[in-house]
């Protein structure tokens, strides 16, 4: 499977697509939330909108923010990590057998992107790739991959993201 799914020309000023080619017109995702890897692989580093999205859950940030082990003033911090590199919001549900995420409808912006990433192609134009380990990932009640779908789930993501890359925080 070739991992660049799309490449999309954005307005960074409207927060926008231009326009959008799609490299698979059938492919589709749904999330699972069955946080088989994305979960574990520690806390991811956090943007402004990711604390405040979490604290206005009910969070405080001395229970999920990891202060930056550098001085730029740039970065915030990052999810708390457990001692096995999970996620400090990583539930176990020993009734279902699997783990959920706790703050799934507050969590942050590289979470809500993966298995989504990106590569910055120039000042408008970004390839979105896959992780290709996620089970999501070309799911048959996945919803299909076009323009409504990267615009509804990514694109506030997928700024964020941005933004956090061009800061140097990533």
């Known amino acids: 499977m070739n991992d660049v ?3 999309l020309t954005l307005d960074p000023n409207l927060r926008t697509i ?13 999330c699972k939330r069955k946080a088989t890897l994305c979960c574990k692989l520690g806390g991811p580093i956090l943007a402004k909108n990711d ?32 001692p096995d590199g999970s996620c400090i919001f990583l539930d176990y549900d020993k009734t279902k057998n ?11 912006s590289l979470c809500r992107l993966y298995p989504f990433t ?28 076009d323009k409504k779908f990267v615009t509804t789930n990514l694109l506030e993501p997928l700024f964020d993201a941005i933004e956090l890359r061009q800061n140097k925080v990533m």
């Open 18 to 30: 231009r326009k959008i080619k799609l490299n698979q017109k059938q492919f589709k995702f749904k």
């Open 118 to 145: 990106f590569e910055i192609l120039g000042s408008d134009r970004v390839a979105l790739r896959l992780i290709p380990c996620c089970i999501g990932l070309n799911n048959p009640d996945g919803k299909i991959l």
């Open 5 to 7: 799914i799309a490449t």
């Open 98 to 108: 699997q783990h959920n995420c706790g703050i799934y409808h507050s969590r942050p």
């Open 51 to 82: 604390i405040n999205k979490i604290k206005l859950a009910g969070h405080s940030t001395d229970d999920f923010l990891e202060s930056p082990k550098t001085n730029d003033k740039n970065l915030l911090g990052s999810l708390k990590s457990r």
